[in-house]
């Protein structure tokens, strides 16, 4: 004999709506006998709800905004409030239909006030690459008399550090800092471009106060006529 009022072989009346309605409008439980819940799945999903809605209030003080319906191809934008087209939204491998949550606009506007929240784009960029924040770059460079730390050039902009151990060194120019990752911060290739420079390019050579020499570099050919 069931055990739940109004029910009968391959039926059970739903505790909240009060309809007789087939087990398979049940959900499964495995806890009840015949392996179905006391609350047709209509009735179950509105309880979900519910109960999501009171620890959501609870745990973040909001309330959970109501499913919108939107025509097929479109998406409820909840920041603006409008239903719009797809393809007004960012791609998203891993949202719901491969899209975003929120429309272009909103997402750009999201994403500047996260920027903002941290200090701004330059902020979050040396924090997130290096570690460091728009403060210390400034420190770094005040250290250095304002100038690139190899070259001398005004007001270098880039950050070098080890990629083995992720320091920072310093603050280089463009080219500085690109030419020490093309040597790979090896110092036994930059000891070599150095001798091969002095050996295939013409020297000054100081032989008194004031006076200089020039010397021709030791290896090397001369250009062609007609070059």
Known sequence: MSDSPGAGDGVRMCRD?????PLTDFHISPERKDGRGSYCKDCFNVRSKRSYAKRIKQTHGRDVREAVEVPDGYRWCPDCSAAKP????????????????????????RGKANLDRRGGSREYHLRRRYGIGQSEFDELLAAQGGRCAICGTDNPE??????RTGWVRGIL???????LGQFRDDPDFLASAITYLKGTTWQ????????????????????????
């Open 17 to 21: 709506c009060g309809e007789i309605k």
């Open 204 to 227: 000054r050579l100081s032989i008194h106060p004031g006076v200089y020499r020039i010397t021709s570099p030791t290896r090397g050919l001369p250009p062609s006529r007609s070059s």
């Open 173 to 179: 120019c463009f080219n500085c800092n690109g030419g």
């Open 158 to 163: 880039h950050v070098d550090h080890d990629h």
């Open 86 to 109: 797809l393809a007004e939204f960012p791609r998203n491998a891993s949202g719901r239909g491969g899209h975003g949550s929120y429309c272009k606009p909103c997402h750009n506007a």
